[in-house]
Every structure is written in structure tokens, then in C-alpha cells.
């Protein structure tokens, strides 16, 4: 019997070989999306969690990864929607264009609380595809949604955002 | 401006208040804490607890009597 296999029967020791070998992976895709490390591990002990309730849910004959990273979505949209995000703040890589550092600072404020504003499912789909920029039927699986309901998701993030941030004064 | 354009204006901006997250692996072995999840999960309604149910509700069904009696004991 394979590894999968086990595992969708309940043996513990399968599930510790897939936690220590996707225990990376997962809390990589959620800290992209709640932004704050120790929430990612909190949600990736979640994601594991859910992962082995429904088990019996599996399909051993798929992967596992992209099963995971759907858990994993769906739990840091949970995460999102119920809590105020609790961002770790980081100062860009890039040295800002614009000479004055808190006319810089003040825009990506902006940016932050308009982007903070938006529904959840929104800001999933915005950060993974904007900021991150990771394949769209990557994303469309993840989210469990169709590639053009993705696309469309992004969409109506970017005018919703683009609609908060003219109403905050920040232009193209 | 098109819808492309506006996208890459909006990932521009997006980019520059919250620029791509680069450490992504955790900072510990999460194995532990995982285990100690697994080790406080509550306990399953058996088929014990099911029958023991089905038969107080049975009884009360039968013998409505008891109601009173039973939530002056509880």
C-alpha cells in the first residue's frame, strides 16, 4: 500500500511523512497571503489538521499538493475574513524612486488600508496574482474556483482598489 | 485606460506598499505542535454514546413521566 494510500486509511506515520515533506510548501502559500510568519504556522497546523479530519475525503490517486494548498486557501481566507490582518510590514527590497521617503511611506499607507478594505476572497486573489504573481490556473485551483472566475476575481479586485484609492487621493 | 494597463498599474502599487514575500519556509519544525493537536483531539461520539442516547430518548417517548423526575435531578 503506498504512502497516500495509508494515509487516507488514518496511519499516523503516513500522515508525519507528508506533513514533513509539504509542511514547507503549505506554510509558504499561506504566509504569502496572511503576511505574518507566526500566523502562518498557526494556520498551517490548521491546514494539516483539516487535512486529516477529512482524510477519508481524499482521493489517493491525486496529488496531494494542490489538495493541501486548496485546505490551506480556504483556511487563510477563514483567517482573513474573521480577524483583522495583523501584517508583518516590510520595508520594500528596491530603494524608493520618489526623493521624499515619507510622501513614500504615506502612499503605501494608502495602499495598504485601501487593499486591508477589500473582501477576502478579493485580497487571495489579488495578492497571489499581483503581488506574487503566481500562474492563474495555479491560483484557480487553489481558490477551487474555474481559470476565468479567477480572472474575473482579479478584475474586480483592481477596480475595487483602484475605486478605494481615488477616493483616498492616490492617482495613476 | 485599458484593463490591462489598469492591472499593471494596480500590481505596480500593490507591489510597492507589499512587496513579494521571500522567506517562505518556517522557522521551526512544526511536527511537534501538530502532534500535540492530533494528541488533544476530543473524543468521537462512539456507537456507545449513540445507543445510550437513543435509548433515554426511547424511554422518554414511552414513559413521558419521567421528564419532570429527570430535570429535577439534573
Redesign the interface.
Known sequence: MDLLERFAGGDVDAFETLFRRHQGEVYGWIVRLVRNPGVAEELTIETFWRIYRHRQRFDAGRPFGPWARRIATRAAIDHLNASAPVWTVRPPTAPPSDPDPVEQRELRGCIERAFVALPARLRAAAILALVEERPYPEIAEALGISLSATKMRVRRAVRALRARLERMGVGP | ?S?DD??D???R?????????D?????????P???E??QHQPAPFGWFESALAALILLALAFFPELVPMILYHL
Open positions: 485606460m484593463h489598469e492591472i498599474l494596480v500590481a502599487q500593490l507591489r510597492s506598499a507589499l512587496p513579494p514575500w522567506d517562505l519556509e518556517p522557522r521551526v519544525d512544526l511536527w505542535r501538530m502532534l493537536r492530533l
